[in-house]
């Protein structure tokens, strides 16, 4: 069983989902069936498919959810240290073209999020990323061609 690395946040975020998932959406969605089905003839009833294909979902992701749970790799961050970046490194860099700053957070591919700053160990940036120190220049290739960027700080957050 492959272990699948975040950190506490992103464990206690999944966990949070699931219980929603669970205690929340599972119920209203079987209310939403019962109500549909209460409709008549469910061959063409669009609302009744409907709340079926939500249930699906819902099931299929509540399924995710636990598999990736029990194989989680909690990684504390706040034990981590030094300047060599690593799994959960907050890293700043500045594009060495614009000299615009980005910060990114280095997690799990589950809790990747580029709109809150955090991007999956897996990524092509990440990747580049691992290993170096601050200082360090670092090219990447994105989809709009190779951009470099010099690393100015190294956080443990």
């Excluded at 069983?1 to 506490?8: G, L, R, S």
């Excluded at 929340?24 to 469910?42: K, N, V």
């Excluded at 799990?108 to 999020?113: K, L, M, S």
């Excluded at 999956?120 to 290993?131: D, N």
Aim: aromatic content about 4%; charged content about 35%.
């Amino acid at each position: 069983m492959e272990k699948v690395p975040m950190t506490q946040a992103g464990f206690v975020a999944l966990g949070e989902e699931l219980k929603k998932r669970q205690s929340e959406d599972r119920p209203r969605i079987i209310e939403h069936i019962a109500e549909a089905r209460s409709h008549g003839d469910l061959s063409e009833n669009a609302e009744y498919h409907a709340a079926k294909e939500e249930q699906s979902h819902n099931e299929g992701r509540i399924a995710e959810l636990e598999d990736k749970l029990a194989r989680a790799d909690i990684i504390d961050i706040s034990k981590l240290s030094g300047d060599t970046i690593k799994f959960g490194a907050t890293v700043t860099l500045v594009d060495e073209d614009t000299e615009k700053k980005t910060v990114w957070q280095i997690v799990g591919e589950v809790e990747a999020d580029a709109k809150k700053g955090r991007i999956s160990i897996t990524s092509p940036l990440a990747r580049a990323l691992i290993g170096k120190k601050k200082g360090a220049s670092v090219e990447v290739n994105t989809p709009g061609g190779a951009k470099a960027y010099e690393i100015t700080k190294v956080e443990w957050r």
